[in-house]
């Protein structure tokens, strides 16, 4: 059983114990001297609901809510237990399965529908419907029409590009046989799943079938709600998230390694400062083109911003236009508010997902313009909402822009105070990069690092990602997990706030090897990358199912994904997409550790499957530590070393 949600907190905070970056400790301290409220305020006087954490509470009717906690503090006789059920008799593991259920459901249509959208883009692009949008990659467009069974030879580009963007979009709505990505997979990876039933039909239909199937009287064992979750989970990592991914490198660019800068010193006095926050890169495309336009420069300086303008990212629509154009990272997740309290900012414009409520309310103690921008997010108090339609791409992207240069005039000097903090990084690591990387342009391989790993110099790879969360010490959990993992040869794969959050510590650069074990900074060296790889948004931990896949195909490791000593851990996750990500990884054979809290922690008889019996069938499993780092990396270790016995590798 998890432990009690802390007690509320009273007295002035120190914030030092809230989160380990300068500007976020020194934005909060302003905050308190000047009466400002943020996520890390809440939290301290918010406990979290002790019925409803750990997956007991059911609320799917309206003869509950009921609330199926175990007894406190004393053991349950097996009557006892059995008694312990909802009103129409829901047993405590029905109910926790159906709530984690629930989750993988909301957080797969979250990347789902963000990759539908992207693939919709990409056929109107295609079409040559949207004239700020072209093709970029045409190695990656061949590729993909491969993998989807298009022909390309004697085509037209234009032609191809059709068909693929029909293709993708087609596959959320199919209903029979196989979503078309599984096939990436390794053959044994696929017949598990087979023989499972747990391969999607299209991307939409198991959102559907999970909400259904947890509606009041319907899917009531708990192996089979697991069952259909995991499911829907693939039809997001394996479908939605993947196209995502896939039809992004081709519209915006493949990404390749380049220098980039994090934190809030992306901000300057002297500029216009606007922010990106969100998820799908559509519109942050197009605004980093119009900030860049002369004409935008011009007015801004005509405005009295003599600098121009400044654009940052926050979240994951920041780590899309990082990784292919270099834009500045201003924070991650929980620095959204922390860039509005700089008192610098122009405007945030945000499009969906982990985006606060309380930036609106904050944003009115200052000049700064909330603008929200697709059409199935508005927010109460925002300052202007545009549904953003891709044919008026860069007309809205400037009128977004000169909006906030209007508004440059309106920042009261008098509360400004941007942090001078920025740390460089080099990110842009896409699976086909490091594999260039690796093996050269012409023997693109990751055969390099699977002997790297068979000789030990590298032990295992670790995928750290997911958010922040306002409950433990922001970044402090992904920090000293990668440094602990990489001092012991780990080479770690990032992805999300989670990137974030290393790169601000520095650990996203070469130099960062001095943190390694001896054979982990040897092959940094000799490769020439940092010892933690950005691998970029949430959506591209599909990136690393296929690094995961290419890995297998190479050899040397197995021929699986659950053979590699390979494990993926999400410290501070807050997101219901993280709970996904998770079951995916899970069901594609991954060892899978969460942090400060798990959908199911409070009820034993789900929570054992997710965390043991679950293994036998994925050769995968979850497992949770709350909030050590180093508890964390020693479970991380064990793990990778259990991997590299059976595999023969060990030393
Ligand atoms: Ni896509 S899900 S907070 S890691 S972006 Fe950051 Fe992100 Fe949200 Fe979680
Ligand atoms: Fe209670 Fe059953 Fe209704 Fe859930 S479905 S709220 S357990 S009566």
Redesign the pocket.
């Known amino acids: 059983v998890a432990p009690p949600p802390k007690k509320k907190e009273v007295g002035p905070a120190d914030w030092t114990q809230y989160a380990i970056d300068t500007p976020t400790i020194e934005g909060l301290k302003k905050a308190d001297r000047e009466g400002y409220t943020t996520a890390f305020h809440r939290a301290r006087t918010m406990t979290a609901c002790p019925i409803g954490k750990g997956g007991t509470c059911c609320k799917i009717c309206n003869m509950g809510p009921c609330r199926v906690l175990p007894p406190k503090g004393k053991d349950e006789t097996p009557e006892e237990r059995k008694k312990r059920t909802g009103l129409c008799g829901a047993t405590p593991e029905t109910i926790a399965a159906r709530n984690f259920a629930r989750m993988v459901a909301a957080g797969a249509a979250a990347h789902s529908d963000h990759g539908r959208h992207v693939a919709h883009t990409f056929l109107h692009a295609a079409k040559g419907e949207l004239p700020d949008y072209q093709i970029k990659d045409i190695p990656k467009l061949f590729a993909i029409a491969m993998d989807y069974d298009i022909p390309t030879e004697g085509r037209e580009i234009k032609d191809i590009a059709i068909d693929v963007g029909k293709r993708a979009l087609q596959q959320y709505g199919q209903q029979d046989g196989e979503i078309l990505n599984v096939k990436r997979a390794p053959l044994k990876r696929q017949e598990i799943w087979k023989q499972e039933g747990v391969i999607p039909a299209g991307i939409d239909r198991p959102v559907v079938e999970v909400m259904h199937m947890t509606h009041m009287g319907v899917n009531q064992e708990m192996e089979h709600i697991i069952r259909l979750a995991t499911k829907c989970s693939l039809a997001d990592g394996w479908g939605g998230s993947m196209i995502a991914t896939d039809l992004s490198d081709i519209l915006y660019g493949t990404p390749v390694p380049i220098l980039g800068k994090v934190n809030l010193g992306c901000m300057k006095e002297d500029t216009v400062n606007i922010i990106v926050h969100g998820?799908e890169p559509s519109l942050s495309e197009i605004i980093v083109q119009a900030v860049q336009d002369p004409e935008m420069i011009a007015y801004a300086k005509s405005k009295g911003a003599t600098g121009g303008i400044s654009l940052g990212g926050i979240?994951?629509t920041s780590?899309e236009i990082l990784m292919r154009h270099g834009i500045p990272v201003a924070g991650?997740?929980l620095q959204q508010e922390i860039a509005v309290i700089t008192g610098a900012l122009e405007a945030i414009v945000v499009d969906v997902?982990?985006v606060m409520q309380g930036l609106a309310e904050l944003a009115k103690c200052f000049h700064t313009q909330v603008v929200t921008t697709s059409p199935i997010a508005k927010m109460q108090g925002a300052y202007k909402h545009y549904s953003y339609d891709e044919r008026y791409g860069l007309e809205t992207a400037k009128a977004i822009v000169k909006d906030a240069i209007d508004n440059f005039p309106n920042r009261d000097k008098n509360k400004v105070s941007i942090p001078t903090e920025q740390q460089d990084m080099v990110v842009g690591f896409s699976h086909e990069t490091i594999s260039y990387m690796l093996g050269g342009m012409f023997r693109a391989s990751y055969r390099p690092l699977n002997d790297n790993i068979i000789n030990g110099r590298v032990r295992g790879l670790a995928g750290i990602?997911?958010?922040?969360n306002a409950r433990v010490k922001n970044d402090y959990l992904h920090v000293e997990l990668a440094k602990e993992l990489i001092k012991n040869d780990v080479l770690v794969l990032t992805?999300?706030?989670?990137a974030i959050a290393l790169g601000k510590a520095g650990l996203l650069t070469p130099e960062a090897s001095k943190y390694c074990g001896a054979g982990l900074a040897e092959v940094c060296e000799t490769v020439g990358i940092p010892p933690c790889l950005h691998m970029g948004?949430?959506?591209d931990n599909s990136r690393i199912l296929m690094a995961a896949t290419a890995v297998v195909r190479d050899g040397g490791l197995g021929d699986d994904i659950s053979d590699l000593p390979a494990v993926g851990c999400a410290p501070e996750?807050?997101?219901e997409?993280?709970v996904s990500i998770g079951q995916y990884f899970v069901a594609s054979g991954v060892y899978v550790l969460f942090g400060v809290g798990f959908p199911t922690i409070n009820e034993d008889v789900c929570t054992n499957y997710l965390f043991k019996d679950i293994e036998k069938t994925y050769g995968g499993r979850w497992d949770f530590v709350e909030k050590d780092p180093y508890e964390m990396a020693k479970r991380i270790i064990a793990q990778i070393d259990a991997k590299r016995k059976a595999l023969g590798i060990d030393k």
Do not use: R
Not at 465 to 468: A, D, E, I, Q, S
Not at 495 to 498: A, E, I
């Open positions: 998820h979240c994951c780590n991650n997740y997902q982990c990602v997911g958010c922040g992805t999300g706030c989670s948004s949430c959506v996750w807050m997101s997409k993280a």
